[in-house]
Nanobody
Framework: VQLVESGGGMVQAGDSLRLSCAAS????????MGWYRQVPGKQRELVAN????????VYADSVKGRFTISRDNARNTMYLQMNSLQPEDPAVYYC?????????????WGQGTLVTVSS
């Protein structure tokens, strides 16, 4: 199973970006997927998480109302719509998957995609 991210780039403050994370591979099931971000010298932090079969989506306070996480279960793809990007949002964004592969617990990280915001 692997995760492939796309959609990062450089935008101006106030602009929008959409990140995608596609999961592919052999037999697996997804328990939850999420987006994290990390800037140099700081710990990776949760941006948003979306469990399977649940509406209890979690957002970091700093992105509530601006970012929206969603999933296309048929495509095993997760998205992060980022609106009103601010100077504090630049980071490497990573997707995360928790699930089962052949009945064994699985946790994967994407390769990361860089988001840069210019003021």
């Amino acid at each position: 199973v692997q995760l492939v991210e796309s959609g990062g780039g450089m935008v101006q403050a106030g602009d929008s970006l959409r990140l995608s994370c596609a999961a592919s591979g052999s037999t697996f099931s997804i328990m939850s997927m999420g987006w994290y971000r990390q800037v140099p010298g700081k710990q990776r932090e949760l941006v948003a998480n979306i469990p399977s079969g649940s509406r209890r989506v979690v957002y970091a306070d700093s992105v509530k109302g601006r970012f929206t996480i969603s999933r296309d279960n048929a495509r095993n793809t997760m998205y992060l719509q980022m609106n009103s990007l601010q100077p504090e949002d630049p980071a490497v964004y990573y997707c995360n998957l928790n699930g089962l592969e052949n009945y064994r617990y699985l946790e994967l990280w994407g390769q990361g995609t860089l988001v840069t915001v210019s003021s």
